[in-house]
């Protein structure tokens, strides 16, 4: 998968050498996906991780957990948009407009805060994720939390009142979320990257 350095936002890659192609290992299996990894793949999917940024680590959780996660989600919607004055049914499109959508249009996060539902807790506890940052991030201590929702709409091929449709004005918004300021990080010996902390910081 290529990720053009102009898709991160404009034609800076000449000032800002980090803003460059990257070109992606695919699925060996299904090009429409990024390379993936089983949990016994440590090594492997680190050294993704090292130099990518990220990774994807498959079958950690159970498609019942999915298949959970993906209702509390869907309650979290009905709910805020009743809250709001509005109705969202999650077996019809119809009732997924903007003028009815909860949350951050364009962004796909629901609200601002994050949701203590049961799954959510269970997922941060699940040992297989747990095992899988401890891999990265090379630690056992580690401090975990839940976090908020994000459910972005589908914009192809839409079922709507027995029609078949496009929502262009579903599309997420063109922009770069990252949760840390890279400038905050500084490049290690051997060229990993970490954060540097205070005592201070970490107390509050």
Known sequence: ???PASEAGSNNS???PYLRE?????DSEDPRYIKSFHLHEEKAFKEFFDKYGF?????VATKEEC???IDEMWGVVTKMAKKEGNVVVRSDPSTWENETWPGLIGGGFLGDIGFPTPQAFANRQNPKIYKAFEVLFN???LFVSY???????????VVINGKTTDKPEWKTSKN?????NPFNYVRGKKGNQRLSLSRSNMNH
């Open 147 to 157: 976090d908020r929702y994000a459910l972005f709409r589908p914009t192809k091929d």
């Open 176 to 180: 770069l979320h990252i949760d840390m």
């Open 14 to 16: 000449q000032k800002l």
């Open 1 to 3: 998968m290529s990720i």
């Open 67 to 69: 298949e959970q996660t």
């Open 22 to 26: 990257y070109i992606v290992p695919q």
């Open 55 to 59: 990774v994807v680590i498959r079958d």
């Open 139 to 141: 630690r056992e201590d």
